[in-house]
């Protein structure tokens, strides 16, 4: 593969600009220093002004703002800091992976994810269909590394749960630590809801995380044979779950000041009880791209679905057509 792929893939974080650029087939690595873009494809140079640059940027801009609109919502923002950046990683799945979120409009067709996933620079989860049963099992749906360290992996740390809260989600780390008393099925992923949002629509995201968060060090009666593990916790919840947890946890720690529950199309509904005209919601789609957003399955977390006969598209979210 071209020089200019790999240097791209050099990158942990992007920019959403940054992505964009790639996401449409162009490097903008050289763009400051001498006007050119670089298309991925053949490596062929473009300059500022001519055509094929100008038609480039047109895409670049759709897809920033298709990008943006996605990390705003996950985030609970209404806005994002240009210099703010985020996990290539998790920017390339949300690009590739559609979800049917109201927000997305279809997904990105990145025509190298393939060969990045073969080649170890993207984790499994990322490229579901790019590596055989086999394959996966034998490096993990998480590990990946970059073209310039590749003998070093990066694979998710896998922490000591006494209750929710502890260890912090760091995908640039090497496993390190044993593996702990309760193992945990998901853990917080490579982005989480602000704890100050700026709008009123997003005040309740920070205790959606908690109720689904919670989950984690929590150890159902019902368990999956999973070599090296004693006992495990709760699984991810589907979108369905996760919503009627948040309406059980919300009756008794938000009484009388939040009216949570379920709306129309089975939705997540929500309201102040001081501004009840306005009502806000989440579809089950969009409740389930938050919760891949901010949590991500662990390695034990992909063999307990394996062990109860779940199929890949119950844990991994299949690719949609690439969008014209």
């Given at each position: 593969?071209?020089?200019?792929?790999?240097?791209?893939?050099?990158?942990?974080?992007?920019?959403?600009?940054?992505?964009?650029?790639?996401?449409?087939?162009?490097?903008?690595?050289?763009?400051?220093?001498?006007?050119?873009?670089?298309?991925?494809?053949?490596?062929?140079?473009?300059?500022?002004?001519?055509?094929?640059?100008?038609e480039a940027e047109k895409a670049k801009n759709e897809i920033k703002n298709q990008l943006a609109l996605r990390v705003m919502a996950s985030r609970g923002l209404t806005s994002i800091h240009?210099?703010?950046?985020?996990?290539?990683?998790?920017?390339?799945?949300?690009?590739?992976?559609?979800?049917?979120?109201?927000?997305?409009?279809?997904?990105?067709d990145v025509w190298w994810k393939n060969w990045a996933c073969k080649e170890h620079y993207l984790p499994a989860y990322v490229v579901p269909d790019a590596l055989s049963d086999e394959e996966r099992k034998k490096r993990g749906s998480y590990?990946?590394?970059i073209p310039s360290r590749p003998t070093e992996i990066f694979d998710p740390r896998e922490y000591s749960l006494g209750g929710f809260g502890v260890g912090t989600y760091d995908e640039y780390a090497k496993v390190e630590s044993d593996r702990a008393e309760v193992t945990p099925l998901f853990e917080a992923g490579a982005i989480g809801p602000t704890k100050e949002p700026d709008d009123s629509k997003y005040e309740l995201y920070p205790f959606f995380y908690e109720v689904i968060a919670k989950q984690i060090s929590i150890v159902p009666e019902k368990q999956a044979e999973i070599e090296g593990v004693e006992k495990h916790g709760m699984p991810r919840p589907t979108a369905a779950k996760a919503r009627d947890l948040i309406i059980e946890a919300a009756q008794s720690e938000l009484k009388g000041v939040w009216q949570v529950y379920i709306g129309i199309g089975s939705s997540l509904q929500w309201y102040l009880y001081e501004g009840i005209e306005d009502k806000y919601q989440l579809t089950l789609p969009a409740l389930n791209s938050r919760i891949i957003d901010w949590f991500s399955k662990?390695?034990?977390?992909?063999?307990?679905?394996?062990?109860?006969?779940?199929?890949?598209?119950?844990?991994?979210?299949?690719?949609?057509?690439?969008?014209?």
């Open positions: 593969m071209n020089k200019t792929l790999l240097q791209i893939l050099g990158k942990k974080e992007w920019k959403l600009g940054f992505a964009a650029w790639i996401f449409a087939g162009y490097s903008p690595l050289k763009k400051q220093e001498t006007g050119l873009i670089v298309r991925l494809a053949d490596e062929e140079e473009f300059p500022f002004g001519c055509i094929e640059y100008r240009a210099k703010e950046r985020f996990s290539r990683n998790w920017l390339i799945s949300i690009a590739t992976i559609a979800t049917n979120e109201d927000i997305v409009d279809g997904n990105i590990s990946w590394r662990t390695e034990a977390g992909v063999a307990y679905d394996e062990y109860f006969g779940l199929k890949q598209d119950n844990f991994f979210v299949k690719p949609a057509r690439p969008k014209k």
